[in-house]
């Protein structure tokens, strides 16, 4: 593949490669770094900013058009990000991603050709109970894509742990994964239950999907 990758000018991206393997062999994957810390911390002031505006919502369930707010699922604050408003701060943010939508099209056929994407806020106590995120009758989100935007002295004692489900061999086998800034965490949106543990202390995230259609 690799040659003729060469052949056609295509560069693989060791990097792209090694998340494409990870998605494929367990169904998600871990990225540390892919947000580089100057734009994570960009990233973080601009959510604060627009969180302290009284721009975000509180979240809900069902999709955009079939929203109900659930506490007892759900406690977290979202802003949906549009990248058309080319909003400075979010660009490097939407580059990174696009580069690596461009990618997978041309490597996996995925066909992705839509993305939605928005901050969130879980306030101390907040937490998402197990989910999956797809809804019925709409299976274009494809995969899952959460980035974290925390301070750097976050600890495993601040919570807000997301926890996949994963089912090797049809056994259940509990992933946890904490949210350390810059880290990205891509799963496949129709196939991992997952859940946020309630947060012991403020947690910013961007959390977004890959769409077909
Ligand atoms: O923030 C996370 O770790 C996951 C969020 C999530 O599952 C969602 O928004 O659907
Ligand atoms: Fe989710």
Redesign the pocket.
Known sequence: MAELFEQLGFETNPLYERIIADILGKGYSIVDGFIPAQAVEILRTDLLEKYEEDHFKK?AIGNRTNEIVEAGI?G?FILWMDENLEDQSQKPFFERINDLVDYLNKTCFLGIIRKEFHY?V?PIGKF?KR?L?TFQNDDRRKL?V?C?LNEDDWKPEDG?E?VLYLKPDNKEVPKT?Y?LPGRT?IFESQLLE???KPAKRE?L?I?GWLKTR
């Open positions: 979240a759900r977290d969130a879980y998402y989910h995120d899952s959460v974290y807000g997301l994964i949210p965490v997952h859940e946020v947690r995230s959390t």
